[in-house]
């Protein structure tokens, strides 16, 4: 009996680690359970505020610009199509940099080829240049090509018959130029012309309907011309024919639907002009018409497809002016529109495909970058990207992809070299 209760106790004492074993793993098997809910739990937070958050904010942050209204949309569905409008209206119309000039230069001119490239002439940086370089859009490459045979600033460039004239300038505020020379694209060269009768700088030049060349005032070698003179490109001579009533320099002279040259404004001996003047190619007479409402010098003046007049800028001599006006061809009258949103000298017009207005750069301080778009329909000007570079002094061409061509001028008295695109 002994033994046997023995045995029975050894047996007891034998199953004791079986289930304390048994115990640990229901222990484990409940800390596994627990651990899996805890990762299943940090998953989902994971999912929710990880993943999910990143679209939600990515949103928010590219509609900052957009009106609070539009920020306020919290599904990415509802924003994604406020991004897409926002991309599309950005790369309406800006500006880009384009290949920079050989040369720095201000108060130089540029001519838009009948191959499309553009020929930009002369100009100053330190000295006057007689270096002449072309710009192809293709490529958007300068190439320089010949010379032209005299230096010069402050001249004349037009196309006429295929072929370039540039005429008068100067080398200097003191030295006036009367010569002449034409340049041929097919050979790249320049051959000197018959010289214009009276020498001549901060001249303009138009083109009449008969293909000759109207050329009007300026500043001689001894002050203010109301001269005027006639460029015939079939015998490549210059006629004196009537001259303006009034002696002005700084001026725009603007060719009307009925053939008539308008001229307009300009510096007039110590006083800035705001007079007017018809020049009727059948005639070959001047007549003093209604005056503008500003007197303005330096201003721009554009040819608008309704065959009214865009007058804008310019300064009375005392400061540079935000006004515009219109003259109307059909009264002969001029009546105020919208006001720029900058004042502005010696800036650029340039009439766009679709019949606005661009306005750009200024000798104004502060403004040099600045361009803005006059509307005729509405008579509002609207600002608009501002150029990379400021500029005044600078010229600007109507591409034939119906870009603008920006080129030179001068910010704080330095030259440039930059160019750049406006595309609409």
Known sequence: MHNNQ?????????????????????????????????????????????????????????????????????????????????????????????GSMNYARRQHKASVLASGKVLVTGGYDGPPLESAELYDPSTEIWTVTNSMNYARRDHISVLINGKVLVAGGGCDMNTRFDSAELYDPATETWTVIDSMKHARAFHTASILTDEKVLVIGGVGSSGLLNIVELYDPSTETWAVIDSMKHARGYHTSSILKNGKVLVTGGLGGKIALNSVELYDPLTETWTTIDSMNHARTSHTASLLKNGKVLVTGGSNLSHDLNSAELYNPLTETWTTTGSMNNARASHTASLLTDGKVLVTGSNTAGFHMSAELYDPSTEIWTVTDSMNHGRGHHTASILKNGKVLVTGGAQDNKASNTAELYYD
């Open 6 to 98: 023995v045995h029975s106790e050894g047996v007891t004492e034998n199953n004791e680690p079986q289930k304390w074993w048994h115990r640990r793993w229901v222990v484990i098997a409940g800390i596994s359970f627990i651990f899996l809910i805890i990762i299943a739990v940090i998953l989902s937070l994971l999912l929710k505020f990880v993943i999910l958050v990143p679209k939600g904010s990515e949103t928010i942050n590219t509609t900052d610009a957009l009106p609070s209204s539009t920020t306020t949309e919290a599904t990415p569905i509802s924003t994604r199509p406020l991004l897409t409008t926002t991309t599309t209206t950005n790369r309406q119309s800006g500006w880009l940099n384009t």
